[in-house]
């Protein structure tokens, strides 16, 4: 009984748009950009890549948060 009251919003994060649609193509993307060597310009740092992909693929901070907190009551 414990594990389903654990998991009772697994369901509607894992099948969100969020999740489904927007966070892999952000992901994908940053990956991309930390990998990416373009000499002789110097990377941003991993947070402001981060931002700046997050800000590209309209997630909201909020939103993004929410998840992650969703995610780690859930499943962490």
Known sequence: MRDHRKL??????VLSDRVQHL???????VVERMF???NPT????VRRIFNQER???GVRR???LRDG??????FG
Do not use: I
Not at 23 to 29: C, E, H, L, S
Not at 69 to 74: E, K, L, Q
């Open 8 to 13: 009772r919003r697994a369901p509607e994060l």
């Open 23 to 29: 966070y892999p193509g952000m992901v994908a993307n």
């Open 36 to 38: 990416r060597v373009d």
């Open 42 to 45: 110097p990377k941003p740092g």
């Open 55 to 57: 800000k590209r693929s």
């Open 62 to 64: 909020r939103d993004l």
């Open 69 to 74: 907190w969703t995610g780690f009551r859930s």
